[in-house]
């Protein structure tokens, strides 16, 4: 049994930073996969980025080269670092964690969301 609990949304101006963490409690944290989505109002959810148990990472077009996904697994914590954030960007953060075992997937779990809001 695993939850999360999300922190570091916002507001903020054009061209500034954010931090979004996500600590998950209640279970092995380093054998699940982490992933950030997002859904901006009157819009569906979409995968903003993504890092497996073995650390490799994905990232949405929109956001590559100005976002980065990490994780500490001492701390059973994934973070989403937001650089040069765009009015565009404005959304609920999500975290998603999913364990695979076997090719399937053995558990899920969605964060309850945290609000980024870029504007001047």
């Known amino acids: 049994q695993v939850q999360l609990v999300e922190s570091g949304g916002g507001l903020v101006q054009p061209g500034g930073s954010l931090r979004l963490s996500c600590a998950a409690s209640?279970?092995?944290?380093?054998?699940?996969?982490m992933n950030w989505y997002r859904q901006a109002l009157g819009k569906q959810r979409e995968l903003v980025a993504s890092i497996t148990s073995g650390g490799r990472t994905n990232y949405a077009d929109s956001v590559k080269g100005r976002f980065t996904i990490s994780r500490d697994n001492a701390k059973n914590t994934v973070y989403l670092q937001m650089n040069s954030l765009k009015p565009e960007d404005t959304a609920v953060y999500y975290c998603?964690?999913?364990?695979?075992?076997?090719?399937?997937?053995?558990?899920?779990?969605w964060g309850q969301g945290t609000q980024v809001t870029v504007s001047s």
């Open positions: 998603y964690a999913v364990l695979v075992v076997g090719g399937t997937v053995a558990e899920d779990y």
């Open positions: 209640g279970s092995i944290f380093s054998n699940y996969a």
